[in-house]
């Protein structure tokens, strides 16, 4: 139970206070420590990191436009993971 209430705080404290964009950014560097790409859609996406699909689109396409991305149909490519890990940290 303790457990369970320590990552609800976390989350909360997480969505409270960092922006989607850095959530984002460190999801996807998270995701892709392995494999540069990961397969899963931005419902998903949205689902994990605390936010609505939208939202979580429109902050892809901005990552995909600065570079920091590739966006293919059910696939995310990472192609500047130094630009994603700036991103993490600008805050």
């Known amino acids: 139970m303790g457990n369970r209430l320590a990552q609800v705080t976390?989350?909360?404290e997480q969505m409270a206070l960092t922006?989607?964009?850095h959530r984002l950014a460190g999801y996807i560097l998270e995701s892709t420590k392995t494999d540069p790409a990961i397969k899963?859609?931005?419902e998903q996406i949205a689902?994990?990191?605390g936010s609505v699909r939208e939202v979580v689109s429109r902050r892809l396409k901005a990552l995909a436009v600065a570079g920091f991305v590739k966006l293919e149909r059910g696939?995310?490519?990472v192609?500047?993971?130094a630009g994603l890990k700036a991103v993490t940290n600008s805050q």
């Open 10 to 12: 976390r989350r909360f």
């Open 19 to 21: 922006s989607v964009e």
């Open 40 to 42: 899963t859609t931005h």
């Open 47 to 49: 689902t994990d990191i």
């Open 75 to 77: 696939k995310i490519t």
């Open 79 to 81: 192609v500047d993971r």
